[in-house]
């Protein structure tokens, strides 16, 4: 039994860190699905720990899941995300501590020299009231010196200038001082818990030999998204209309994606998987409030109507049910449709995507559509006649709600915007002003 227990132990082996790649990414309207690659040795059979860092804070820890293959008969343990905290600067933490006991005599000597301009500016008072009454003394006895007052007068004046300098330089002083004091509390604080590094994430292989495994790593990161544009041109002579869509992608998840394979999803994973449900109303037979008459009740008002009640009653009911208000690559992507009838682009090649909030504009595909022109004119408003296309999308793609972009040749003409538009549903777009055509109106 020992024996068996001693080559147990000697078949776990150390914690081994695994550096990984992010590999793809699926992007949704309000966030994304990172997926991150790594290529793990196996010295020996048994049971191993392996741990993969550099997870972002953004990373949501409900949603990893680990997937991989191998050789040697591999299992997979389940996945643990661990808090990575830098540990704290003990040296930074000393100075600051040093600092603040420092900031806390100053300010306790500041009030003191505050406290002492407030005693010389009560003993000059008392000298200008000395000074008054002995004034009113000599006016009325006859004899006065104004030389003397005079001067008095000049000394208290200058006096107390120089108090009131002093006591704006104290409170800009300890104005400042306070707000120092802040920041090294709230840096000190930081500090204390050590820098966020984000997620690590740890798990287990146990492999029957030793071998080699390809993982994936897969989560979703809050702080990114994507949006839908779209370039429109109209082409009076083919009568076509052509339409490049766009997805504008965001992110500032504390990761860079670079070389990374981008999918833009329409799927909404914020909305959750169940459905609203309604609150019951419950409705009962209004049963009428009787009022006794007394001499209290004499003099006041009737009561209110059951009309009233009920009409105040329905007013609650609505107002509690109220429901709350660079660089672009021109191709193809692939559209996949998925559970749920949302869809997948899959665009081609593999781009960078910096983590800096920048817009990053990638050519989902580029249509032509047979249009029937009209045109639109308002001779009391304007002077001039207005193209209007009107096609069908035929594409394999829904034409998501976004901004359109005007143009008529190379010249941009002004923004318009759609809202979302099935496959084989009909499409109207104003674009823009026809020179050729002159409107006048005549009363």
Same mark, same amino acid.
């Given at each position: 039994m020992r024996k068996f227990f001693l080559l147990g132990l000697l078949a776990v082996v150390s914690l081994m860190a695994v550096s990984s790649s992010i590999d793809r990414v699926v992007v949704f309207p309000d966030r994304a699905t990172v997926v991150r690659k790594a290529s793990i040795t196996i010295p020996s059979s048994g049971e191993h720990e392996f741990e993969i860092e550099g997870i972002p804070p953004s990373a949501e820890?409900?949603?990893?899941?680990?997937?991989?293959?191998?050789?040697?008969?591999?299992?997979?343990?389940?996945?643990?995300?661990?808090?990575?905290?830098?540990?704290p600067d003990s040296g930074r933490l000393a100075?600051?501590?040093? *600092?603040?006991?420092?900031?806390?005599?100053?300010?306790?000597?500041?009030?003191?020299?505050?406290?002492?301009?407030?005693?010389?500016?009560?003993?000059?008072?008392?000298?200008?009231?000395?000074?008054?009454?002995?004034?009113?003394?000599?006016?009325?006895?006859?004899?006065?010196?104004?030389?003397?007052?005079?001067?008095?007068?000049?000394?208290?004046?200058?006096?107390?200038?120089?108090?009131?300098?002093?006591?704006?330089?104290?409170?800009?002083?300890?104005?400042?001082?306070?707000?120092?004091?802040?920041?090294?509390?709230?840096?000190?604080?930081?500090?204390?818990?050590?820098?966020?590094?984000?997620?690590?994430?740890?798990?287990?292989?146990?492999?029957a030999s030793a071998g080699k495994a390809d993982v994936e790593l897969s989560y979703n990161v809050r702080n990114a998204g994507w949006t839908p544009s779209y370039d429109a041109r109209a082409d009076s002579e083919t009568g076509k209309v052509e339409l490049i869509y766009y997805g504008q992608v965001k992110q500032r998840t504390g990761e860079d994606w670079k070389r990374v394979q981008v999918t833009l999803s329409t799927s909404r994973p914020a909305l959750g998987a169940r459905a609203p449900e309604l609150d019951p109303w419950y409705l009962n037979v209004y049963e009428p409030i009787t009022y006794s008459r007394s001499a209290k009740t004499a003099g006041a008002a009737p009561p209110p109507s059951p009309m009233s009640y009920a009409t105040d009653e329905l007013m609650m009911a609505d107002m509690a049910f109220e429901p709350e208000p660079e660089e672009i690559e021109y191709s193809s992507a692939e559209a996949v449709t998925s559970g749920g009838g949302s869809v997948n682009f899959e665009i081609p090649g593999r781009v960078d995507i910096p983590a800096d909030n920048s817009l990053k504009k990638l050519s989902v595909g580029i249509f032509e559509f047979d249009m029937k022109e009209s045109y639109v004119a308002v001779p009391k408003i304007s002077e001039f006649a207005y193209l209007r296309a009107k096609f069908t999308n035929d594409s394999d793609f829904p034409l998501l709600a976004?901004?359109?972009?005007?143009?008529?040749?190379?010249?941009?003409?002004?923004?318009? *915007?759609?809202?979302?538009?099935?496959?084989?549903e009909e499409m109207e777009l104003s674009m823009g002003v026809v020179e050729a055509i002159k409107v006048e109106r005549i009363i």
């Amino acid at each position: 039994m020992r024996k068996f227990f001693l080559l147990g132990l000697l078949a776990v082996v150390s914690l081994m860190a695994v550096s990984s790649s992010i590999d793809r990414v699926v992007v949704f309207p309000d966030r994304a699905t990172v997926v991150r690659k790594a290529s793990i040795t196996i010295p020996s059979s048994g049971e191993h720990e392996f741990e993969i860092e550099g997870i972002p804070p953004s990373a949501e820890p409900s949603t990893v899941r680990l997937s991989g293959s191998g050789t040697g008969g591999l299992v997979f343990g389940a996945v643990q995300m661990t808090k990575n905290y830098e540990p704290p600067d003990s040296g930074r933490l000393a100075e600051i501590e040093e *600092r603040l006991k420092v900031i806390e005599d100053e300010l306790t000597a500041l009030t003191q020299r505050r406290q002492a301009l407030e005693i010389q500016r009560a003993y000059l008072s008392s000298i200008g009231d000395i000074s008054a009454g002995s004034a009113t003394f000599e006016i009325r006895s006859g004899s006065v010196n104004a030389q003397s007052y005079k001067q008095t007068f000049d000394f208290l004046e200058s006096e107390l200038s120089g108090l009131a300098d002093r006591q704006v330089a104290f409170a800009k002083l300890e104005r400042e001082l306070k707000e120092e004091r802040t920041r090294l509390q709230r840096e000190r604080q930081n500090l204390g818990y050590g820098q966020d590094k984000g997620y690590i994430a740890s798990f287990t292989i146990k492999s029957a030999s030793a071998g080699k495994a390809d993982v994936e790593l897969s989560y979703n990161v809050r702080n990114a998204g994507w949006t839908p544009s779209y370039d429109a041109r109209a082409d009076s002579e083919t009568g076509k209309v052509e339409l490049i869509y766009y997805g504008q992608v965001k992110q500032r998840t504390g990761e860079d994606w670079k070389r990374v394979q981008v999918t833009l999803s329409t799927s909404r994973p914020a909305l959750g998987a169940r459905a609203p449900e309604l609150d019951p109303w419950y409705l009962n037979v209004y049963e009428p409030i009787t009022y006794s008459r007394s001499a209290k009740t004499a003099g006041a008002a009737p009561p209110p109507s059951p009309m009233s009640y009920a009409t105040d009653e329905l007013m609650m009911a609505d107002m509690a049910f109220e429901p709350e208000p660079e660089e672009i690559e021109y191709s193809s992507a692939e559209a996949v449709t998925s559970g749920g009838g949302s869809v997948n682009f899959e665009i081609p090649g593999r781009v960078d995507i910096p983590a800096d909030n920048s817009l990053k504009k990638l050519s989902v595909g580029i249509f032509e559509f047979d249009m029937k022109e009209s045109y639109v004119a308002v001779p009391k408003i304007s002077e001039f006649a207005y193209l209007r296309a009107k096609f069908t999308n035929d594409s394999d793609f829904p034409l998501l709600a976004g901004t359109v972009s005007i143009f008529q040749g190379q010249n941009y003409v002004g923004e318009s *915007r759609t809202n979302f538009v099935a496959q084989g549903e009909e499409m109207e777009l104003s674009m823009g002003v026809v020179e050729a055509i002159k409107v006048e109106r005549i009363i």
